[in-house]
């Protein structure tokens, strides 16, 4: 039994490793051919065109833009929604609402796509506040709708986390004539807080690896802009529409597809090692 269960923990080793093995030949021999330097401050992405532009500033740009607008949703109405399920609402409650708030996970990610499409980005179109609208496809439907999504991880694995703190820690707030809310704002959520930062940081990196709602509902224009109310492109949408197109394999536009794909793997990386520092810094450990 102990050798099944390091086979199971050990496959996730394996596929991060073949997942870097695939990587990493297709990615030297791009850089063969383009400048390092100019992939990563170049402004201008068009690398299937001629000449090719090799910037990838643009769609980096793109993936930030969703991913905050992503972020704005699903952080705020995330954690508030598991401080309610955790703090406020009755057990009769709690067992009612949690499932359906997690059913939102289980909707496929292309029907949201068409979601933001077909009914978020009308709406966009109609509030916008300053100059003229945006168009059918615009970086904000995408990201409030890639928001929505996500939401479910946030409020889940939050609400997990505040359900561990002891439940001595909320008696003795009490007790000294605290209110649900101090003991909530106080005592709960810093006492949660390892679990619910690494809640915020799986959510984020779930959103800038997104691919179907950005590839249907932002745009899939290069766009080097903080505006989210143009159409732009994020890293995932370029290796989702340049994976389909007519590419040779061996060409600088198939290797292309991999470079992007390293990025978005050692941002990932990154944000994941981030994570567990932060996790580990303010982490709190009860007997």
Excluded: H
Excluded at 44 to 67: H, M, N, Q, S, Y
Excluded at 89 to 105: N, Q, S, T
Aim: glycine share 10%; aromatic share 10%; charged share 10%.
């Amino acid at each position: 039994m102990i050798g099944i269960l390091f086979l199971c923990a050990a496959l996730s080793v394996v596929v991060t490793i073949g997942i870097v093995l695939s990587l990493i030949p297709p990615t030297v021999e791009f850089f063969q051919e383009v400048d390092l330097g100019e992939f990563l401050t170049g402004t201008e992405w068009a690398p299937l065109f001629t000449p090719p532009k090799f910037g990838v500033l643009p769609i980096v740009a793109g993936t930030l833009v969703v991913t905050v607008c992503a972020i704005a949703i699903a952080l705020p109405f995330g954690l508030g929604t598991a401080v309610f399920l955790s703090e406020y609402a009755r057990p009769r409650i709690r067992k009612w609402l949690k499932p359906m708030i997690e059913v939102l996970a289980g909707i496929p990610t292309v029907v949201y796509g068409y979601f933001a499409l077909k009914f978020v980005s009308p709406y966009v179109q109609d509030l916008w506040p300053i100059g003229d609208p945006p168009g059918v496809f615009n970086a904000l439907s995408a990201g409030l709708v890639m928001g929505i999504m996500i939401l479910p991880m946030v409020a889940s694995l939050s609400e997990d986390a505040l359900a561990a703190v002891p439940a001595g820690l909320r008696e003795g707030a009490y007790a000294l004539g605290s209110s649900k809310f101090e003991v909530a704002s106080r005592v709960s959520v810093p006492a949660a807080l390892s679990g619910i930062v690494a809640a915020f940081v799986l959510a984020v990196s779930r959103a800038v690896g997104e691919t179907m709602i950005v590839l249907i509902a932002a745009g899939g224009t290069p766009n080097l802009t903080w505006n989210p109310g143009e159409a732009m492109q994020t890293m995932t949408a370029f290796i989702a529409a340049a994976g389909t197109g007519d590419l040779s394999q061996g060409s600088t536009g198939y290797q292309t597809i991999f470079a992007v794909g390293s990025l978005l793997f050692v941002v990932t990386f990154f944000m994941n090692v981030f994570s567990n520092r932060v996790v580990r810094r303010f982490r709190e450990v009860y007997e």
